[in-house]
């Protein structure tokens, strides 16, 4: 046999929201709540700059660790924003996309045997991007008790205090959780306590309503520990140009370099002019997203409400996580888009602690959430 | 934002959103959004309602022209007054002062040009304060209050992604 598959693929799983996706490609009238990226396109000033530098010709690489000048502006931006403070020179890393940077990451810092904690339910590319790096993954189930956010119970209860690392989330996908400065302060403390690198993908974080985004790193004793993932595709409804960037210290952002520079080269020079621009102009763009992502999860939590579905008061990204009125939720999932034609996708898809669920996306015109939540309600009846 | 302005913001982005759409956005009680529209119409905030149409793609072509207008003042006339003469005529559908190199910006209507013409010269040339009138008939209407009249965004995206 020519290509004979390596052993290093063995733990990966096929994806769970293959079936689903290919059960609502089959319908043209469906109305999707399963996406899981923005609707809207991303500002026009940032396609324009990103045309513009295509016009002029700007297609050569860049710096492996990403432009200067954008290296200059993210640090800039987390500073303002998150009272971060990050060396454009070598604590930032500009990758193609938040996948690439935890990649780099598992990869850099994951030997085999390496216990790695994920908080779940989670994003899809978490535990196969640990186990591809050798890793064993201890699921650290949220609980909806907890409206999905970590607590040093959980972490204790799963074992985490025994891992090396942490994965961690929030603002959530899939559970739209956000957490606290008061609600990240133990879960930094249990960090420190046992002694755990941090991985926080805040790729969503300026997706929350009604309280800021506190990063962890942000807290006494954290910087020295973790790696903070953000990017443009959230914010910016930037996803298929494919920009993140990791911020961490010197070493940290060192090693992953040492992957990126032979792996990547560099991310996507385009798209590094388009996030140029969208630091510098687009913040009235992100704050009108936001304002319309809010109308919409109100809009959402409101109809559960009334359907007599339970759905925590999810309060960040584009993601609402009632419970599912049916006791399987694959089985409900299914049946919605069969006889309803609305897509939703069913919690266990995205780890431990999600079954029983559903993740709702609200990035959805909201003539289309109209539509598809009187769609439930009579599916329901 | 403030109850008003959230409403506002709503209403402006669609003013057919329904009571029930609004409370349900804005986590407010649709009586409480019921009587602050209410106040917003009695105080003349809000002062109606329209829809915006794309006049090339209706059945019934109207003709529209934009018209800079210079005028000038004396003791006994002021920009309202004119302003308020202007306003009065059904054939006006905007009027502004503006800065710059004159003074009103009008927009009128008809059916035909010829109309819009006598309009113009029968009925504002004359107007006495008035010392220039500049036509511009439009030919195109690509975007008004916002909404663009192209074909719009198809959404591309994967129909389930995580």
């Known amino acids: 046999m020519t290509f004979e598959e390596s052993d290093r693929l063995e733990p990966i799983p096929p994806s769970g929201i293959r079936k689903f996706f290919e059960l609502a490609e089959e319908y043209d009238d469906i109305i999707s709540l399963g996406v899981g990226e923005p609707d809207f396109a991303p500002p026009w000033s940032a396609r324009d700059a990103a045309i513009d530098s295509l016009e002029r010709g700007k297609t050569s690489y860049t710096a492996n660790r990403g432009r200067r000048d954008l290296r200059e502006r993210i640090a800039a931006f987390v500073a303002d924003r998150y009272d971060l403070g ?61 409206d999905f ?34 609600e990240l302060e133990p879960v930094a403390a249990f960090a420190r306590e046992h002694d755990l690198t941090v991985l926080s993908d805040e790729v969503y974080s300026e997706l929350t309503y009604g309280h800021e985004h506190t990063s962890i790193a942000a807290f006494p004793g954290m910087r020295e520990r973790t790696v903070v993932f953000n990017g443009f595709s959230k914010a910016y409804a930037m996803t298929g ?50 304002a319309q992502y809010d109308r919409r999860r109100q809009f959402v939590l409101s109809r559960f409400d009334d359907m ?74 | 934002m403030s109850t008003r302005e959230e409403i506002l913001a709503l209403l402006r982005e669609n003013a ?12 407010l009680d649709e009586s409480e959004v ?29 003709v529209r022209a934009s018209v800079e207008l210079n005028v000038t003042l004396d ?47 029968e009925k504002v040339a004359p107007v006495p304060e008035i010392t220039q009138t500049v036509t511009h008939y439009i030919m195109e209407s690509y975007k008004e209050r916002g909404v663009e009249f192209g074909d719009g965004r198809d959404d591309d995206r994967l129909s389930v992604s995580p």
């Open chain 1, 241 to 290: 140009l494919r920009l993140g960037y990791a911020l961490g210290p010197a070493d940290a952002i060192g090693s992953m370099n040492r992957i990126h520079q032979y792996t990547m080269l560099s991310a996507p020079t385009t798209a590094q002019y388009a996030a140029l621009d969208a630091l510098a102009n687009c913040d009235g763009d992100v704050a009108e997203m936001r």
């Open chain 1, 308 to 381: 007599g579905i339970d759905c925590f008061p999810a309060a960040g990204a584009f993601y609402a996580f009632p419970e599912c009125p049916w006791d399987d939720a694959d089985a409900f999932a299914e049946a919605l888009i069969e006889e309803e034609r609305v897509a939703v996708v069913p919690g266990d898809v995205f780890g431990a602690g999600g079954e029983g669920h559903l993740r709702v996306s609200y990035a959805t015109s909201l003539s289309d959430l109209k539509e598809a939540m009187t769609r439930i309600e009579s599916f329901l009846d």
């Open chain 2, 16 to 27: 057919r959103y329904s009571n029930e759409d609004i409370a349900r956005q804005t986590g």
């Open chain 1, 86 to 146: 990050y060396d454009p020179d070598d604590e930032v890393l500009v990758t193609t996309g938040v996948s690439e940077a935890l990649d780099l990451a598992f990869r850099a810092f994951c030997d085999p045997g390496d216990s790695v904690a994920i908080a779940q339910p989670c994003y899809v590319s978490y535990v196969p991007g640990a186990s591809l790096a050798g890793a064993d993954v201890i699921p650290v189930p949220t609980r909806e008790a907890d």
């Open chain 2, 34 to 62: 019921a009587e602050t529209i209410e106040e917003l119409e009695a105080e003349g905030v809000i002062r109606g309602y329209q829809a915006i149409v794309d006049p090339g793609k209706t059945d019934v072509e109207r």
């Open chain 1, 149 to 182: 956010k970590l607590t040093p119970e959980v972490l204790e209860s799963a074992g985490a205090a025994d891992a090396e690392m942490l994965v961690m989330c929030y603002p959530n996908n899939p559970t739209g959780a956000t957490m606290t400065a008061a």
């Open chain 2, 75 to 121: 003791r006994e006339t002021s920009y309202v007054d004119i302003a308020q003469r202007l306003a009065k005529f059904p054939e006006v559908t905007d009027l502004r002062l503006v800065s710059g190199d004159f003074d009103f910006a009008m927009e009128v209507e008809g059916d035909s040009m010829s109309e819009v013409s006598r309009f113009i010269s």
